[in-house]
Every structure is written in C-alpha cells, then in structure tokens.
C-alpha cells in the first residue's frame, strides 16, 4: 500500500470524525431550557405552598399553645421551614396538612399530630444548626 493511500485513508477517517462529532453537537439536548425553567418555577411555587402550609398550622393558637408548653420557639421553627425543600419539605407539610385539617374539625386526636409536627420541626432545627 502506498503512502498516498494511506494518507488518504486517514484523512478520510479524520474527516469523518470531525464532521459526525460537530453533528452530534448540534443535537437537541433532551430538556430544553424553557422545559428546564418551567419545571424549576413548579418546583419553586410547590415548595412554597408547602412553607405557607405549614406556617399557617404553626401560627394557630392551639399548637403555639402547645409549642410554649414543651418550650419550643415557633419563630424558630418558621425560620428552619424556610431552609427545607424538596422531600423534607413535603413530608413537613403532609403532617401539617392532617394537623390542620384535624385542627379545623376539632378532632381530639389533633395532639397526636401536632405533637408530630411538632418534633419533626425539633429535628429541623437541630439538623438546620
């Protein structure tokens, strides 16, 4: 084989690694950014519907009753909840959800799910120091 062959098959082989790695480049990635930015805000309003859900069962008297009583400081916890996000903040919340919605119908077994909300912000705030 001559050297001119040989170099023109190793120009072809160049060439054609260079043109298909600018191809592949050039292809859509698999979330675009708009995609990407939507999923983001989602994100973002769902957490924050998540705090507000479970700073509005802290500010009702009755768990802040309870709170004073076990010498816990609510404004604290209000604090902690806002550094939680993603699962540690939905799991907060769905307690908070049954603890409000015990609180709204006055059920007797709200002690129960407050006082689980209630150490589950304990455990924030000591894993948030």
Do not use: C
């Not at 507000?52 to 076990?70: F, M, P, T």
């Not at 550094?83 to 307690?95: D, I, K």
């Amino acid at each position: 084989m001559s050297i001119r062959a040989t170099a023109t098959g190793v120009a072809f082989v160049v060439s054609s690694l260079l043109l298909s790695s600018s191809a592949i480049a050039q292809q859509r990635h698999i979330v675009d950014s708009v995609n990407m930015h939507q999923a983001l805000a989602a994100q973002s309003a769902t957490d924050q519907q998540n705090r507000d859900v479970v700073i509005g069962v802290l500010h009702q008297s009755q768990v802040r009753e309870l709170a004073n009583k076990l010498g816990l400081d609510v404004t604290r916890a209000e604090s902690a909840i806002a550094t939680l996000s993603g699962p540690e903040l939905t799991r907060v919340a769905t307690q908070a959800r049954a603890a409000n919605t015990q609180l709204a119908g006055g059920s007797n077994m709200v002690i129960i799910s407050t006082t689980t909300l209630l150490l589950i912000l304990i455990i924030v705030i000591l894993i948030v120091r």
